[in-house]
């Protein structure tokens, strides 16, 4: 196998692990606000143990990229091509620590009667998803207009984060014993709202792998 024949199949061994990081990694945002929603306790310590996969995923990925960098010293775009895969890696565990984090709210709130159906912040982690989705298809295809338009759709997560941020606290003097929970259903939002701005981390890492340029999409 000669040199780019080589460098070309590692490099797509090292993306394709970094979907595999990634699908985990939305699997479990979605498993934890199921949790959540379902008051399930023994679901929630399981996410929490299982968080281990996905970490040992990206220390995979990281060795694989050192051996490549060593091994091929590869200049300019090639190089690009591998720091930034070190980046998304660290962004999609960052997004997999928040479904961790929900969990441990699952946790805090216990079977504690919710003071509201949770049908809101579902749809937020929906589209903070489709976010992550759209910025990972966007680094296979190395488009960046792909990666401009999902960085768009952080405002409205941002939008629907103060929405119902708002709506969680007026809920303080309504439901004064149930402060605790109000507070672990804001952090939540917060989680979500953080997988949001992770996924556009990643958009901004694409546009400077294609451009070699840093690129500002929350500016």
Do not use: W
Not at 3 to 9: A, E, G, L, V
Not at 47 to 52: L, Y
Request: proline share 1%; charged share 30%; glycine share 2%.
């Amino acid at each position: 196998m000669n040199t780019r024949s080589y460098f070309d199949t590692h490099l797509k061994q090292l993306k394709n692990m970094l979907i595999e990081m990634a699908r985990k990694s939305e699997d479990a945002i979605k498993e934890s606000i199921d949790t959540l929603i379902q008051q399930d306790i023994d679901r929630a310590n399981e996410i929490i143990e299982n968080d281990s996969t996905i970490d040992e995923l990206e220390h995979e990925i990281n060795n694989k990229a050192i051996i490549l960098i060593a091994k091929e010293s590869p200049v300019a775009r090639d190089l690009r091509k591998i720091i930034v895969a070190l980046k998304i890696s660290s962004e999609v565990e960052r997004i997999a620590d928040n479904a961790v984090n929900i969990a441990k709210s699952t946790l805090h709130i216990g079977k504690e009667k919710h003071i509201k159906e949770i049908v809101d912040i579902p749809k937020m982690m929906d589209l903070a998803l489709e976010m992550l989705s759209d910025s990972l298809n966007a680094f296979l295809s190395e488009d960046v207009e792909m990666a401009k338009k999902c960085a768009e759709k952080d405002d409205k997560v941002d939008e629907m984060y103060g929405i119902l941020i708002k709506e969680l606290m007026g809920y303080v003097q309504k439901y004064p014993d149930h402060i605790n929970q109000i507070n672990q259903l804001a952090f939540v939002c917060r989680y979500i709202e953080r997988i949001a701005d992770h996924s556009t981390n990643i958009s901004e890492h694409v546009i400077y792998l294609v451009t070699g340029e840093r690129y500002d999409l929350n500016a």
